[in-house]
């Protein structure tokens, strides 16, 4: 079940530097009541109107709320929320949307989930708030250190697709083309999160591998 939808302020704790641009803000709970592995919440910083969407990227068990945010450049939130420290306070919201897991599937069937960027974070929240999952993630990203935070996973359940560089470990490539030569079971739950293009693209490719379209879910961010 969904929680109640509230609008307040909440206190940062922390701010963590993933790589160059990307950071984990964590924020009092308070505000934010009950919410779903991958719901968002809308945040911005307290002095402005300016707000922008962000999938919750901590679990429903965890004493704070995280997101997972990456600085665009000319951005206007997500630089302003790059620049808040520890004991600031920015507007929130939620929690909202519904890229959420039914709770018949969770222990019952197979899960691919496909991301770019930051598009990772509802995937950490379902990874961690589920342990009984059973799934795989492609991780798209141009370099190494935009895999954030991947040790968390199990190694065989992740794969990064690198556009910028060749590892030994990952896959140098778009992780459409990887997709594309991948085996998946037409039975298999697809989530899909991030850029357009690449959703758009993987709906194709997915459909045909034969997987049904309403075993397809997206979270375009931009
Ligand atoms: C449901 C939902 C959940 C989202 N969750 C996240 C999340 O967890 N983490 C996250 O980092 N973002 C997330 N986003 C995107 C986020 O809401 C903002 O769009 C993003 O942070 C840019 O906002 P901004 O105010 O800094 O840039 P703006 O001033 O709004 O936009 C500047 C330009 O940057 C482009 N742009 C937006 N996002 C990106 C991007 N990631 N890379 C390159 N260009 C971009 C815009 O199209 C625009 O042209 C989510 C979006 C949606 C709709």
């Given at each position: 079940?969904?929680?109640?939808?509230?609008?307040?302020?909440?206190?940062?704790?922390?701010?963590?530097?993933?790589?160059?641009?990307?950071?984990?803000?964590?924020?009092?709970?308070?505000?934010?009541?009950?919410?779903?592995?991958?719901?968002?919440?809308?945040?911005?910083?307290?002095?402005?109107?300016?707000?922008?969407?962000?999938?919750?990227?901590?679990?429903?068990?965890?004493?704070?709320?995280?997101?997972?945010?990456?600085?665009?450049?000319?951005?206007?939130?997500?630089?302003?929320l790059h620049a808040v420290e520890p004991g600031d306070?920015?507007?929130?919201?939620?929690?909202?949307?519904?890229?959420?897991?039914?709770?018949?599937?969770?222990?019952?069937?197979?899960?691919?989930?496909?991301?770019?960027?930051?598009?990772?974070?509802?995937?950490?929240?379902?990874v961690f708030a589920y342990p009984e999952l059973n799934?795989?993630?492609?991780?798209?990203?141009?370099?190494?250190?935009?895999?954030?935070?991947?040790?968390?996973?199990?190694?065989?359940?992740?794969?990064?697709?690198?556009?910028?560089?060749?590892?030994?470990?990952?896959?140098?490539?778009?992780?459409?083309?990887?997709?594309?030569?991948?085996?998946?079971?037409?039975?298999?739950?697809?989530?899909?999160?991030?850029?357009?293009?690449?959703?758009?693209?993987?709906?194709?490719?997915?459909?045909?591998?034969?997987?049904?379209?309403?075993?397809?879910?997206?979270?375009?961010?931009?």
């Amino acid at each position: 079940m969904q929680g109640t939808v509230t609008r307040g302020i909440a206190t940062v704790l922390e701010r963590r530097e993933l790589s160059n641009r990307c950071y984990v803000l964590r924020l009092e709970r308070s505000t934010i009541g009950r919410f779903e592995p991958g719901q968002y919440i809308v945040i911005g910083p307290q002095n402005s109107t300016d707000r922008r969407e962000y999938s919750i990227y901590s679990t429903p068990d965890d004493p704070f709320l995280e997101v997972l945010i990456k600085e665009v450049p000319e951005g206007a939130v997500s630089r302003a929320l790059h620049a808040v420290e520890p004991g600031d306070s920015v507007a929130v919201e939620g929690p909202l949307g519904f890229f959420t897991i039914a709770p018949e599937h969770r222990g019952t069937r197979d899960f691919l989930f496909i991301a770019t960027g930051t598009g990772i974070a509802p995937f950490h929240c379902f990874v961690f708030a589920y342990p009984e999952l059973n799934y795989r993630i492609l991780h798209g990203v141009r370099y190494a250190d935009e895999r954030h935070e991947h040790h968390l996973y199990k190694p065989e359940r992740y794969t990064a697709c690198l556009t910028g560089e060749a590892l030994p470990e990952s896959h140098h490539g778009r992780v459409t083309q990887y997709l594309a030569q991948l085996s998946v079971a037409p039975e298999t739950l697809c989530y899909l999160c991030g850029n357009c293009d690449m959703i758009f693209e993987a709906f194709d490719i997915l459909q045909r591998h034969g997987v049904d379209p309403q075993n397809l879910h997206a979270e375009v961010y931009y």
